[in-house]
Each structure stands twice: as C-alpha cells, then as structure tokens.
C-alpha cells in the first residue's frame, strides 16, 4: 500500500482576491542580487487560511492554540456542486458517515478561475447547515469559499455559531478535481501569537 500526497492549498501570490476591505497582499522582492529576500504584505484571513474561535468569540481559542488533534486526523471530503448555498438537506443527502468529525466541503467554488477579483456569489453555509453541522459534532469544517458564511449575511451564522463552539474552520480550501471519500488531513496554520487566524499549509492523504 502506498500514499498520495495532495495539496489542497491554494498557490499565494497577488492573484488571490481579499476579503472587501482586507488588507491588499503586497509582495515584492527586497534583494536584485543573491542571496534574495522577498517582502509580503498581506492580512492573516487571506488565500487558504484557518478561523480559530477568537475571530468572532470573545476569550475564544487563538490560532496559536489550537488543538493538533483537531487539525490532523481523518477527514471526508463531500463533492456538492450546482448549488447557489450549502443546507442543511443537502449536508444530510450527501452521504457523510456517522461520526466524521473534520468535514471538507467541495463546491462549484472549485472550478471558478482563480482572479484577484472578489466574487461575492460563492457557496457558503445556511443557518440550517451551521446547526446541522453541530448536531452531527463535526469539529473542524474545511470550504472552497473565503467564507463559510454567504456573503452579505448579517448574523455570520456560522462564524457565531460554530466557533463559538470550539469548531474549527478552514477556508478558501484548492478541492478542484478531489474526489469524494476518505483521506488524512494534515493542517497547519502559522502558530500566530494571539492571533484569530492565520495562513495555512493543508494536504490530504490517501491511501491507495
């Protein structure tokens, strides 16, 4: 039996979108000659990144934190696609088994191309998923999307909800072209001091 290593993070350069109203990601080179030393600018939610509770909770966990445990275990990936939001009915017709506690959610999100420009149409979570979610125990939730709520949703129900339950999450996750079913993840943000996010490497393995 052998494993296969995939990279679900999405490469960082200044082709990524920010959140309106995010820090813009400013990259350029310090050094023309050798050794060279590149300069980057940018805010902690952006490309693929990890929400830790202290995001939206008060005294909640800090990126640097939180529980390994949490972040490397098995995880089941779930393919959705042609949906406009993510519910409740279709987290329970997707055939996730009982018990999965890291839940990676693919979505039409994947096969956009990557732009600089932000797209307020992506497929995030309904309340009714949020509550789904945390009915069925699941403690990290990783999605394609910048955000695991829809765009423009006042009560950030699942940024409210969620964290403040312990749940982790992972967003603007590369789930292009992964087929459904099980793997290892492997997810390690920055270990930013008192930070309430930060960027993160995250791999999938299967064994094949």
């Not at 490469?11 to 080179?29: E, N, Y």
């Not at 050794?35 to 902690?44: E, V």
């Amino acid at each position: 039996m052998s494993r296969t290593l995939i990279d679900i993070t999405l490469p960082f350069s200044g082709q990524l979108s920010v959140w309106p109203g995010d820090p813009p990601i400013a990259i350029s080179s310090s050094r023309e000659l050798l050794p060279r030393l590149m300069h980057l600018s940018f805010g902690n939610h952006t490309g693929t990144h990890v929400d830790a509770p202290a995001h939206f909770i008060a005294d909640g966990a800090t990126v640097d934190r939180l529980p390994l445990e949490t972040l490397i275990g098995p995880a089941w990936v779930v393919h959705l696609p042609d949906l406009a939001e993510i519910t409740a009915a279709a987290l329970a017709g997707a055939g996730i088994p009982p018990g999965t506690t890291r839940l990676l959610i693919r979505t039409d999100n994947s096969d956009r191309p990557l732009t600089s420009v932000f797209d307020p149409t992506y497929v995030a979570l309904t309340a009714d998923a949020v509550e789904w979610l945390l009915a069925h125990a699941v403690r990290l939730v990783g999605l394609d999307a910048p955000s695991l709520d829809l765009f423009g949703s006042a009560e950030f129900p699942a940024h409210n909800v969620l964290l403040a339950a312990g749940v982790i999450f992972v967003e603007r996750l590369a789930l292009g072209g992964i087929a459904p079913g099980a793997y290892e993840l492997i997810c390690l943000p920055l270990p930013l001091l008192n930070g309430d996010g930060a960027p993160t490497r995250a791999v999938l393995v299967r064994e094949t």
